[in-house]
């Protein structure tokens, strides 16, 4: 796990000592991606110039150091992530008499440049990666992201200038940067709390999009193109799912699932896994500890707050696996204190609320290991959000009704506040259980897509936080972005798939790897990914959907592997979130800091908000008549970034 930047630049030529200068420059504001070696590479002629952070996972010795170049010399890469399956294409190599200096991923993915070619590489390659390639033949940069997007690369133009990196800041640190924050973007992030790729927050400046691949030159800039799509693998397994026993499929998925978490454990440094204690972490968890020679390592966080804390869980499931296993129950102060870091961290506004404590659980599980196993990606291949079936059901249920009937129980909905539902829910739930998945929030969020005319326009509701947020972003457009553009949409005949679908292609790179990835590296801690692992993507796609959704219960043939390693009774519960009171702190202890970032004047003096309607949900929240926690989160998180975008700027 690293970090790189670079530029390729048009003009006049630049001496090779001020172009390394430069790459270095970018490539140190990517010290905590990579805190154990840097390098830099230049070739005045050609104007490109690439600079490197590493963190040593694999060969530890200077053989690994990076930019590297393949063994002919043709190539040049600077690199960040892993490739997994580096082994198996390294004896394929040796065949075709290839020699290697030590024994790094790195140097197997240049040989397999060399003999494949860039896309016949990319497509034999099983990892997380992002890349800068220079083809010193072609003069022909080539920029590639893996194919469910876990790392990150930005890039864009300053003038004749092509910028490229791990994070924003490395492009900052040019001297030719210049751009302007997207109104548009800024749009787009209120809904979704999120800058959706292919746009980021600047103008100019894009993300790579997930399974793609960008070649540059001097002279031409092609379009990203990809070299593999979760669009075909989602139609096609939907059109010809498998025909399989339950017994078969859970055999099937128990094996594949087994290789994807070993070949996440080849390391030359200590490894260990998150454990939440949900169904995705156990089952990782589980089957990483069925293969290994000893005790894994596995770290949870909890919190005194019950509704918020799973730690009690996660500890029964490393009791019963006979895991290591280390937990830490943080304080709100503790947890809170994380917050003025967090714009830093993720460098771009971003403000789901669980980034603190996935920061928190990261800096646990450095302070034992350098690689760690999580369980994302299991909700959106196996059903698991509660979207995908309450979603469902209701759309079966009031899609049937007149719309004018509907929007008159969308009303009544919300005579209650959230807070008098969960008073009224929690009632129930003393005599139905699985009531407690239902929150006030949850059922003012279904008061505002009842009226809808279609079950994909409720979803558009569901993933939403601001539904207009051109009227509070001024002169902004938000941008089509593929939950919004039916150009996008996968060809699926069900409501629930096309939800998964569009989950994968953007909450799911968008959000939630976002958010693994910087908290991970904040701490320069790897996170590896098994449920993502493409093999398992293509097969749960093939899967007929009442093997994820049975009875009214998602993650169906996921839940059997695990039963096959954890007893039923240690994982079924109502499913959590990992989350915080962030509603509960902007009325008491982070109110201050609140209201100062949420300041009239301050806002105003910004000059990118519509205020009025900002500070009306900020006095309702204070007021307890309404939980605007997740809609001011996008504001503060924006504002506080803005600050440090503000401080960095005058300190240059």
């Known amino acids: 796990m690293c970090g790189f930047a670079g530029f390729l630049q048009t003009g006049s030529i630049v001496a090779a000592e001020a172009m390394a200068v430069t790459a270095r420059r970018m490539a140190d504001t990517l010290s905590h991606r990579g805190p154990d070696d840097a390098g830099t590479w230049a070739d005045p002629a050609a104007g490109i110039a690439l600079g490197h952070r590493r963190l040593s996972i694999i060969d530890l010795s200077p053989e690994g150091h990076q930019p ?49 070619g860039v896309v016949g590489a990319l497509e034999r390659f099983n990892g997380m990666f992002a890349f800068a390639l220079w083809d010193r033949a072609e003069r022909m940069l080539h920029l590639a992201r893996d194919r469910m997007g876990e790392k990150p690369l930005y890039y864009g133009w300053a003038g004749n200038t092509l910028l490229f990196g791990s994070e924003l800041k490395a492009l900052r640190a040019h001297p030719a940067w210049a751009s302007r924050i997207s109104r548009d973007a800024l749009a787009a992030y209120l809904r979704y709390n999120y800058v959706p790729a292919p746009y980021s927050i600047y103008e100019g400046i894009s993300k790579l999009p997930a399974a793609h691949y960008l070649s540059i030159s001097a002279a031409r800039a092609g379009d990203p193109q990809p070299y593999w799509s979760l669009r075909t693998v989602a139609e096609s397994g939907h059109a010809d799912p ?54 894994v390592k596995s770290f949870s966080i909890g919190f005194a707050e019950a509704e918020y804390n799973e730690a009690q869980h996660a500890k029964a499931v490393a009791t019963h696996l006979g895991t290591d296993h280390t937990e830490l129950y943080v304080t709100p102060e503790e947890a809170m204190s994380v917050i003025p870091s967090l714009p830093d961290t993720y460098d771009e506004p971003f403000a789901d609320s669980s980034q603190v404590p996935t920061v928190l659980v990261s800096k646990l599980a450095r302070s034992k290991v350098t690689v760690t196993l999580s369980g994302d990606g299991g909700d959106e291949l196996f059903c698991g959000y509660t979207r995908y079936f309450l979603g469902r059901r209701v759309w079966n249920t009031i899609g049937r009704v007149p719309r004018p009937v509907r929007t008159f129980a969308g009303r009544a909905l919300t005579s209650l506040s959230p807070n008098s539902w969960n008073t009224v829910v929690g009632n129930v739930a003393r005599v139905v259980p699985s009531a407690r998945a239902i929150t006030g929030h949850r059922l003012h969020k279904l008061a505002e897509v009842l009226g809808v005319p279609s079950a994909d326009i409720m979803y558009q509701g569901l993933v939403s936080h601001w539904s207009e947020p051109e009227s509070i972003v001024h002169a902004s457009r938000e941008p089509r972005t593929a939950v919004m553009d039916p150009e996008q949409w996968a060809d699926l005949n069900d409501f629930t798939a096309r939800m998964m679908y569009l989950d994968a292609l953007t909450y799911l790179p968008d959000d939630i790897l976002v958010k693994v990835d910087r908290a991970s590296m904040s701490v320069s801690l790897e996170a590896r990914v098994p449920l993502l692992d493409h093999r398992v993507v293509e097969y749960a796609w093939r899967l007929p959907l009442t093997m994820k959704l049975r009875n009214d219960q998602g993650k169906w043939l996921l839940r059997q592997v695990l039963y096959r390693y954890v007893p039923k009774h240690l994982i079924e519960r109502p499913k959590m979130g990992f989350g915080v009171p962030i509603d509960h702190w902007l009325r008491g202890p982070l109110r201050g800091w609140a209201e100062d970032l949420l300041n009239e004047k301050k806002l105003e003096a910004g000059g990118h908000f519509q205020v009025a309607a900002i500070r009306e949900k900020w006095a309702e929240h204070l007021s307890g008549a309404r939980n605007w926690q997740y809609w001011l989160w996008d504001i503060l998180m924006f504002q506080a970034w803005l600050d440090l975008q503000s401080t960095s700027s005058a300190s240059r």
Do not use: C
């Open 68 to 116: 590297m170049a393949s063994p002919s010399g043709r190539y040049v890469i600077a690199y960040n992530g892993e490739v997994y399956n580096f082994e198996s294409l390294r004896r394929e190599l040796d065949r075709e008499g290839f020699r290697w200096r030590g024994h790094s991923d790195t140097e197997v993915m240049l040989a397999a440049f060399e003999k494949w």
């Open 242 to 295: 498998i025909d399989r026993s339950d017994a078969d499929a859970i055999e099937e998925l128990d094996t594949l699932l087994r290789d994807a978490v070993r070949i996440r454990t080849v390391a030359d440094v200590p490894v260990g896994v998150f454990l939440s204690g949900g169904i995705d972490s156990s089952t990782v968890v589980a089957l990483m500890q069925a293969q290994a020679a000893g005790p």
